[in-house]
């Protein structure tokens, strides 16, 4: 492959003499542009995914299904990676941490793949579809519950509500204890956030956790991993555990930000249910943009392009869905033809739970705060700039704090949207004391975010 050059520089409608750059606030502030001008390689493109790291991105909807589809040619297992065999892939790379290999379903091929795949989604079929959805609930009504009686009416829902939501379902359901569920919180949200040193804290809770288990067994997700006639190793539980985190929680936050700028904001058509917000969110932000490392075990060809064997080749999920052949087909397209949860033998296995958080934690959202908003409109929303993912920065929104008197003519810009019905049970949403109440409320229970969710579930 050719020296980089920026993007920028791409002659439109003419292949360019080298790799277009991935990463930076160029490609952060504007990626459909970059995708745009990778089309005109062919199905693929050369691009570098980090500084001095090279990889083969497929953009086009079919040639993602090739890849995805074709486990014989196309494998998993970055061991294989050429560049980082010769020692060309920089040690400080932030490209590693997505790549490089672990023993766990994500990562593996043929029978080492087939058996983990089985124990992970074994395990995630015994999670109870109502559990979930009353889990989700009463995570996104405590999070509420601490910014809605803000006197401000405002409040950050990326950081307040969208991102803590599934760390906290997720902690339930690994069956963390809370002193472990606020390690684990904090480890994954530190490896997001590139904290040095979270790696060892989600790894030595997750141990910790799995040797709990060990001792009392009981009726969750890390349980049925470790029980599973698959015999999993701690440390292959503990992986598992590990993807799961990272593959579900980071992308349903994503998600759950996007459908809910999309469900409030300008261009919203009323009385379209919240379900066709996250459904446009997976076609057209997709959370994953950029992933899904594949190495050929033989020279192959895509397009005009040849690919060697053992180099890196990423799908565009992101390109790939607003691909512009599909543009004429997407009316007759099922609402789940879209490549946000991949496809293949390596597609993610908890992708109808992911669309029921999502859709439940939007709507508990606008069952909460009937009269929500957005303080500025969705297209001026900044998004993070990481070729892996399509999340939003912030998104800042504003309502009518609880307890206080709202005027029949203060309905705000939501007046006619249809209120989502209500499923929630009765759970304690003012029961707890908000973070950002006046001086004299009840001080905050100690320990970190799932120790005082915990206490909140019991009055405290």
Same mark, same amino acid.
């Given at each position: ?226 029980? !599973?006639?698959?015999? +999993?190793? @701690?440390?292959? /539980? ?5 993807? =799961?985190? *990272?593959?579900?929680? %980071? ?46 075990? !033989?020279?192959?060809? +895509?397009? @005009?392009?040849? /690919? ?5 080749? =990423?799908? *565009?999920?992101?390109? %790939? ?64 700039? *990481? ?74």
């Amino acid at each position: 492959m050719q020296q980089p050059i920026e993007s920028q520089e791409i002659p439109p409608g003419c292949p360019a003499h080298g790799n277009v750059r991935m990463y930076g606030p160029s490609f952060g502030a504007d990626p459909e542009s970059h995708y745009e001008q990778l089309r005109h390689f062919g199905p693929s493109a050369p691009v570098d995914i980090a500084p001095g790291v090279q990889a083969e991105l497929v953009t086009s909807y079919d040639a993602a299904l090739y890849v995805l589809q074709n486990p014989a040619t196309f494998v998993r297992d970055s061991r294989r990676w050429n560049a980082l065999n010769e020692g060309r892939v920089p040690a400080d790379s932030p490209a590693l941490p997505m790549l490089a290999y672990r023993p766990n379903a994500l990562l593996s091929d043929g029978a080492a793949h087939a058996r983990l795949r089985r124990a992970v989604t074994d395990s995630l079929a015994t999670v109870n579809e109502h559990q979930l959805i009353r889990q989700t609930q009463q995570s996104a009504n405590y999070l509420i519950s601490q910014f809605s009686t803000d006197i401000r009416g405002q409040a950050e829902l990326m950081a307040e509500y969208a991102q803590p939501l599934p760390l906290l379902v997720f902690s339930e359901l690994f069956g963390c204890p809370p002193d472990i569920g606020d390690r684990v919180i904090a480890g994954i949200s530190g490896l997001f956030e590139g904290k040095p040193g979270s790696d060892e804290v989600l790894g030595g809770a997750l141990t910790e956790l799995i040797a709990l288990k060990r001792r009392r067994p009981t009726s969750d997700l890390t349980t049925r991993l470790m029980e !599973h006639p698959a015999q +999993l190793t @701690d440390e292959e /539980v503990l992986h598992q555990l590990v993807t =799961l985190l *990272s593959g579900g929680t %980071a992308p349903v936050a994503a998600a759950i930000g996007t459908s809910s700028a999309l469900y409030l904001g300008e261009d919203w058509q009323i009385g379209l249910p919240v379900e066709d917000a996250v459904s446009q969110t997976l076609w057209n932000y997709a959370p994953i943009a950029n992933y899904a490392a594949h190495y050929p075990t !033989h020279d192959v060809e +895509l397009g @005009d392009r040849l /690919v060697r064997a053992n180099d890196p080749v =990423l799908i *565009s999920f992101a390109a %790939a869905n607003t691909d512009p052949k599909l543009t004429e087909h997407r009316e007759q397209l099922s609402a789940k033809a879209h490549l946000a949860f991949g496809a293949g033998p390596h597609a993610c296995p908890a992708k109808d739970p992911a669309f029921m958080m999502t859709v439940t934690a939007v709507e508990t959202l606008l069952n909460q705060l009937h009269d929500v908003e957005m303080r500025v409109p969705f297209k001026s929303l900044t998004w993070a700039p *990481s070729m892996w993912s399509r999340s939003l920065v912030t998104l800042p929104i504003r309502f009518t704090p609880k307890g206080v008197p709202q005027p029949a003519e203060a309905a705000g810009s939501n007046a006619g949207r249809p209120l989502q019905q209500q499923t929630a049970s009765p759970s304690p949403s003012n029961a707890g004391p908000s973070s950002r109440t006046n001086a004299g409320a009840a001080p905050q229970p100690k320990g970190g975010l799932f120790s005082r969710f915990l206490a909140w579930t019991r009055g405290e």
